[in-house]
């Protein structure tokens, strides 16, 4: 009885998936569901389908509430790029909007490591980029 609240929310989150047409499944009955709504639905498939339903319904209200807010962080670095003096920048944006989370060095290939520092130091002025790490020294930044 351990796996199968865990088979059947997997089996919703692939569902949703294909009938999507996304390549992946994403975790979202998965992560939305509490074990005791799993224990209290028991071998009910109905009280499993509304169990399934709910979840996914919250779940995809929470998926659309952080998309729209990277959304939002990502139409603000590209408002905020043109301002930015710095040849090569092209390149490095797309690499701070592909990444969750980005060192300067990561920037390398298109920028020096110093022109990547005044890079995400420009960015982060202007509110375009947040310092994700509260420190000093290694700093790591992210929309």
């Known amino acids: 009885m351990q796996g199968l609240?865990?088979?059947?929310?997997?089996?919703?989150?692939?569902?949703?998936?294909?009938?999507a047409g996304w390549t992946a499944p994403v975790p979202l009955a998965l992560l939305a569901v509490s074990w005791a709504e799993a224990r209290a639905a028991g071998r009910d498939p109905a009280a499993w389908l509304s169990l399934c339903s709910r979840c996914l319904a919250g779940a995809g209200v929470l998926a659309l509430t952080l998309?729209?807010?990277?959304?939002?962080?990502?139409?603000?670095?590209?408002?905020?790029?043109?301002?930015?003096?710095?040849?090569g920048i092209a390149p490095?944006?797309?690499?701070?909007?592909?990444?969750?989370?980005?060192?300067?060095?990561?920037?390398?290939?298109?920028?020096?490591?110093?022109?990547g520092r005044r890079l995400v130091d420009q960015l982060t002025a202007q509110?375009?980029?947040?310092?994700?790490t509260g420190r000093a020294a290694f700093r790591i930044y992210g929309l």
Do not use: K, M, W, Y
Not at 5 to 19: G, N, S
């Open 5 to 19: 609240p865990l088979l059947a929310l997997a089996l919703a989150d692939l569902a949703l998936a294909r009938t």
């Open 67 to 87: 998309f729209s807010t990277v959304h939002a962080a990502a139409e603000r670095l590209l408002a905020v790029a043109p301002s930015v003096r710095i040849r």
């Open 92 to 115: 490095a944006l797309t690499v701070l909007l592909e990444e969750e989370a980005v060192i300067p060095r990561q920037l390398q290939p298109a920028l020096s490591d110093r022109a």
């Open 127 to 132: 509110g375009a980029l947040r310092e994700l």
